[in-house]
């Protein structure tokens, strides 16, 4: 291939796309929520296709269970308990330097999400948590920009997407009013959860980011809902609910209200303590702080403290995970004796 055929010639010569939709695509800002097994996947295909800037929003680190259907992590950033922010960007930086990767180590809460969206032109939701796609089914409706919702548990999984407009659905029209995101829910820890489901729900999102960065008119309007071990695969029409409390009546539930200052992590023995306020940690005098009560070693990113009981690794901005708990009580109180914000 010569050196002035573009890098995109096959989504160039894609009737769907063509040179001005790529024009389009090129353009695009998208922030990424979680860099799951779903996030990271979305991630290396919007990468690739060209989009102009990717935010990879992720406040976890690595772990080895998680190689099993992350694709773009290895064993030695398992090892080192890379920030999965982190070690996402440094890998498709090296796919496509075009592309503008910003990744964010961060929570996503009522507190920060205004910051972490703002900027761009679609959310991909590849959370985790049900709690933070609520929220963002509200602050996407509040600012009026499209998200594409994905989840995935065992072999099953679901994708919508969330477009602005009085006349469109938003993911509370699909769930109803009765909906309890506090309500037990199985999770990846409990059911678990196979790598080609989570393939399927991240490449049917890239496929839809495509077409609405280049604002094609064949945006998918139904719901996904596919099982691999099962076999099937459906289309579920979602329609404006009047009376849905997010879309119909305007009323919000978690954004712009004071969120939880902790939460258990799904398929960890841990507690994330989020401090009442953002700041900036200098870790060489919180390690000097912490060593005579236990062993302390830190990156540019993260401290990690233990005294052969506790575990606690720390961000810059004060977040902290203390693992081997699952009490949020007890992981309120460690944090208060050891990091005291
Ligand atoms: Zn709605």
């Not at 573009?6 to 990424?32: L, W």
């Not at 993911?171 to 009013?177: A, E, H, I, K, P």
């Not at 841990?270 to 919180?286: A, C, N, R, T």
């Amino acid at each position: 291939m010569s050196n002035n055929v573009s890098r995109y010639v096959r989504q160039e010569i894609f009737a769907g796309i063509g040179k001005e939709g790529q024009g389009k695509i090129s353009k695009g800002r998208v922030a990424i929520i979680e860099m799951s097994s779903i996030g990271a996947a979305v991630a290396n295909n919007l990468a690739r296709a060209g989009v102009g800037y990717l935010k990879l929003i992720d406040g976890d680190y690595i772990e080895m269970a998680e190689l099993q259907r992350q694709t773009l992590f290895t064993e030695e950033e398992a090892k080192n308990e890379t920030p999965r922010a982190v070690a996402a960007a440094q890998y498709l930086r090296g796919v496509n330097s075009e592309v503008v990767i910003d990744p964010v180590i961060s929570d996503v809460n009522s507190g920060t999400i205004d910051n972490l969206i703002e900027d761009v032109d679609l959310v991909i939701d590849a959370t985790d948590s049900m709690e933070v796609r609520l929220l963002l089914n509200e602050a996407c409706h509040h600012l009026k920009k499209p998200w594409i919702y994905g989840g995935t548990l065992a072999s099953s999984g679901m994708t919508m997407n969330v477009m602005p407009g009085d006349d469109e659905p938003c993911l509370r029209c699909f769930l109803g009013d009765e909906y309890d995101a506090g309500g037990e829910q199985p999770t990846c820890a409990t059911v678990g959860i196979l790598n080609s489901a989570a393939s399927i729900v991240a490449a049917l999102q890239s496929a839809e980011a495509l077409k609405i960065l280049s604002d094609s008119d064949a945006v998918r309007k139904d719901l996904v809902t596919f099982d691999v071990w099962e076999n099937y695969f459906d289309l579920v029409p979602v329609d404006k609910d009047p009376d849905c409390p997010v879309c119909g009546r305007q009323g919000y539930a978690f954004y712009g209200k004071v969120g939880s200052q902790t939460a258990t992590m799904c398929g960890k023995d841990s507690v994330q303590v989020i401090p009442k306020k953002e700041v900036e940690l200098d870790f060489e005098k919180y390690a000097e702080k912490l060593a005579s009560q236990g062993t302390v070693k830190y990156t540019k990113y993260t401290l990690d403290f233990s005294d052969g009981n506790i575990d606690i690794k720390l961000f810059k901005n004060g977040r902290a995970i203390i693992k081997h708990v699952s009490d949020e009580k007890r992981a309120k109180a460690v944090y208060a004796e050891y990091i005291g914000l």
